[in-house]
């Protein structure tokens, strides 16, 4: 890895509703990005197209973060192609309602291989590569409200969102100075386009600021970390106060 080129951009997840916005915003900043998806590769080649209008050397692969060997290949892939590391975002994640008394080992694997185990190797192994650059480099994880929160119906999601953000300040310790490690904690901020307008209506009544979040509301999270130089091992909530009720 070396300090010459254009910054560089390694995104898991980079093809969901949230993933390719953060991805977009970076590339239009300047960022070459690579990004990983998993399930559907017409999507993932749309959000690549539309990264290539900014930065032609954005590339993408598929990478089941639930397997270490598959975040090895997609490293591999990534060292091929780019010889700097400057951000990483683990946006790959899972998430769906698991009665708590039903709760199935496939069902614990599903959300916790994915979500908690994924983001640690991920992590990993990017910070392997970053410790042999000559610059500060960041990682950001994604990681939800709901990590402090008691949602009955998403345990195993919610334990493996606070798990993510005690690795992020355990990272953030163990590769400082050269490594700055945070973590943002998205409230509400994408909506399943299948829904009718009564979801949306009843969840901003929950929130102070009386809105669902846009992906802009998290980029801008973002592109404050991969400026600040003094922020590290910090969790930045960003849900228009919802926490708060």
């Given amino acids: 890895m070396t300090s010459s080129g254009k910054k560089v951009c390694f995104i898991t997840g980079g093809s969901g509703r949230l993933g390719s916005e953060v991805a977009l915003s970076l590339a239009q900043l300047g960022y070459s990005v690579f990004f990983t998806y998993n399930r559907s590769r017409e999507k993932a080649e749309k959000t690549l197209d539309r990264l290539r209008d900014f930065t032609p050397q954005s590339a993408m692969t598929r990478c089941d973060v639930s397997k270490v060997s598959a975040i090895e290949q997609a490293f591999e892939l990534f060292s091929k192609q780019f010889s700097r590391l400057d951000l990483l975002i683990t946006s790959a994640s899972n998430f769906y309602s698991t009665s708590l008394p039903d709760v199935t080992e496939t069902q614990w694997g599903d959300l916790v291989d994915t979500n908690l185990k994924g983001t640690f190797f991920t992590m990993q192994i990017g910070a392997r590569l970053m410790q042999k650059q000559p610059f500060v480099s960041r990682i ?6 709901s990590a402090n929160l008691v949602w009955q119906q998403f345990a195993p999601y919610t334990a493996s969102k606070n798990a993510v953000q ?3 300040r355990v990272f953030a310790k163990a590769f400082a100075p050269k490594i700055l490690v945070n973590s943002i904690a998205p409230g509400t901020v994408t909506i399943n ?3 009718n ?3 949306e209506e ?4 929950m929130i102070p600021l009386q809105r669902i979040g846009e992906p802009e509301d ?6 404050f970390l991969t400026k ?4 590290t091992g ?8 919802r926490i708060l009720r």
Avoid at 202 to 205: R, T
Avoid at 234 to 239: L, S
């Fill in 140 to 145: 950001i994880t994604m990681t939800d409200i």
């Fill in 166 to 168: 005690h690795l992020t």
């Fill in 193 to 195: 386009p299948e829904w």
């Fill in 197 to 199: 307008d009564g979801p």
């Fill in 202 to 205: 009843e969840l901003s009544k």
């Fill in 218 to 223: 998290i980029v801008e999270a973002i592109v």
């Fill in 228 to 231: 600040s130089r003094y922020v």
């Fill in 234 to 241: 910090q969790v930045i909530t960003v849900d228009g106060g």
